[in-house]
């Protein structure tokens, strides 16, 4: 009788500890989430003006030698340009980003673990957080929005930073999104490897090497999703898949990434929510717990966003000058 009370006793607290873990992760993935806008804001502060996702900052790099060993490298992600304000000054000038002087810097060569890059709460985060099949590189949970920062084809050595408050932000940057959480391990794993960079994808938050945003989807549409940002999937653009260029976006604004007047969109999806690693759709968003995505805002703050968000008003975070205003759902 006693042990068959114990075992009741069990079974009731196994349940709540799971939710007081469950919880736990979320508030740090939250705290990951403010320190990052905590070292956007202090980036700006030094520079006036944020580091594109994937690019040169804080200057371009026409007419450098790309083959001087820099340090720190001249390349990066957004998340290595703010490694100096999360207390990662060592790793911004490891000697691993120029292979010890030997070769051109860049933030893809880390092997680093960025413990504020990683979420807790991220289904598909294994407990050593690294990319095992790709070159063991520290994984990221976080990833910065293309629509807020640019970078990647055609403006990632050509610019060095674009998007500057407040001028980059006419909607607000409290209502534009900065980061959104997203796994950081996506699709079906195929044991002979034939699926790395098709089917199946490890994000590590210095991979600079792969080219993102919508243009980069027409000219090398797999290798673009190894990035540790998000851009809304532009697979059904005029350039099938993708843009040709960027002012081919331009030209596209009134429908790219949500026709507001019709108020429909083919790019958008809604996120997944917290889906099965191989069901993980490369080019969207998951969600990683059942309550929702937690996204940072330019401004710093940290929202929770339910799953049945509307498009509407997820697209209108996404975009910093779209003229909208966020709806009731948001």
Not at 122 to 129: C, H, I, K, N
Not at 281 to 293: C, K
């Amino acid at each position: 009788m006693v042990i068959a009370n114990i075992a009741v006793l069990i079974g009731l607290l196994l349940p709540a500890v799971q939710k007081v873990r469950e919880a736990a992760a979320r508030t740090q993935s939250q705290n990951n989430l403010k320190q990052i806008g905590i070292a956007l804001h202090a980036c700006h502060d030094t520079y006036g003006k944020f580091p594109l996702v994937n690019g040169c900052f804080p200057v371009n790099s026409q007419g450098t030698d790309w083959g001087l060993p820099s340090n720190p490298s001249r390349e990066g992600t957004q998340q290595y340009y703010l490694l100096p304000y999360i207390e990662q000054e060592a790793v911004y000038k490891s000697t691993e980003i120029n292979n010890n002087g030997r070769d051109q810097g860049n933030s893809w060569r880390s092997h680093a673990i960025i413990k504020t890059y990683w979420s807790p709460s991220d289904p598909s985060m294994p407990a050593d957080p690294v990319a095992t099949n790709w070159d063991n590189r520290g994984l990221c949970s976080y990833f910065a929005n293309w629509h807020a920062f640019r970078g990647g084809w055609d403006e990632d050595w050509q610019v060095g930073g674009k998007a500057a408050m407040p001028r980059s932000f006419p909607d607000g940057t409290s209502n534009t999104i900065a980061y959104l959480e997203r796994y950081a391990i996506c699709g079906a794993f195929r044991s002979d490897g034939s699926g790395l960079g098709s089917t199946y994808y490890e994000r590590v938050w210095g991979e600079n090497g792969q080219v993102p945003n919508p243009c980069a989807q027409h000219y090398s549409e797999s290798a673009s999703f190894w990035c540790p940002s998000y851009w809304v999937d532009a697979h059904n653009g005029p350039g099938g898949p993708g843009f040709l260029n960027l002012p081919q976006i331009a030209s596209f604004a009134d429908t790219y990434p949500y026709d507001f007047v019709n108020n429909v969109t083919k790019y958008l999806l809604p996120p997944q929510v917290t889906p099965r690693v191989k069901d993980c759709n490369r080019a969207g968003l998951q969600t990683f717990t059942a309550g929702g995505m937690q996204v940072l805002m330019v401004d710093g703050s940290v929202k929770s966003v339910a799953p049945s968000v509307s498009l509407r008003s997820l697209a209108a975070a996404l975009v910093p000058n779209d003229g909208q205003v966020l709806g009731s759902d948001w």
